[in-house]
């Protein structure tokens, strides 16, 4: 157990709908990373967090949107959903801000977009 | 011990065997490096890490060696057990290019007893 707690587990919804997922960060993990794992593309950064300030961007589409808020859990929107945006999204959290720390990832939510 | 070249995507070993999964990296101003296990259903799990200042790092059972000249990365796992089968990712990082982690395609490996 990393101890990053991701909910829900599994999430199956419609295209065109908005689903938020949720990441709670190891205690005394100031940053919070996400990550989006599909068969075709990998593991792929999408943006991390730090002490509620966004820190850094990767290939997050623009319908899609996160937040930290003052307790550093995390919350992951994702709106006007895809068929393609089915996949594993992972949460990671680490210590610091630079990235060049230890990341621990949670379990994931699996999203099915039907 | 089984070696591969550089990445393919699976490897096969006998229990008992040393392994060595081989990943190539992409940035030349990488300076940290991970290796991670996921198993199926499961997160990415930490096994060990390595920044650009060493050129090998040990851990338990395990031994990550980077060799800078030629953007390469290698995890080896000595004496393989069916615990050990799993996807194995590296992950690198170049902060200053204002991004997380990078990681590589994966490697599957299957150990038989």
Known sequence: DSGVTQTPKHLITATGQRVTLRCSPRSGDLSVYW??????????????????????????LERFSA????????????????LGDSALYFCASSVGASGGDK???GPGTRLTVL | GESVGLHLPTLSVQEGDNSIINCAYSNS?????????????????FIIDIRSNMDKR?????????????????????????????????AENA????????????????VSS
């Open chain 1, 35 to 60: 990550y989006q794992q599909s068969l075709d593309q990998g593991l792929q950064f999408l943006i991390q967090y730090y002490n509620g300030e966004e820190r850094a961007k990767g290939n997050i």
């Open chain 1, 67 to 82: 937040q930290q808020f003052p307790d550093l859990h995390s919350e992951l929107n994702l709106s006007s959903l895809e």
């Open chain 1, 103 to 105: 990341q621990f990832f």
């Open chain 2, 29 to 45: 101003a990488s300076d940290y490096f991970i290796w991670y296990k996921q198993e199926s259903g499961k997160g990415p799990q």
């Open chain 2, 58 to 90: 040990q851990g338990q059972r395990v031994t990550v060696l980077l060799n800078k000249t030629v953007k390469h990365l290698s995890l080896q796992i000595a004496a393989t057990q069916p615990g050990d089968s799993a996807v194995y990712f590296c």
């Open chain 2, 95 to 110: 902060w200053e290019a204002g991004t997380a982690l990078i990681f590589g395609k994966g490697t599957t490996l299957s």
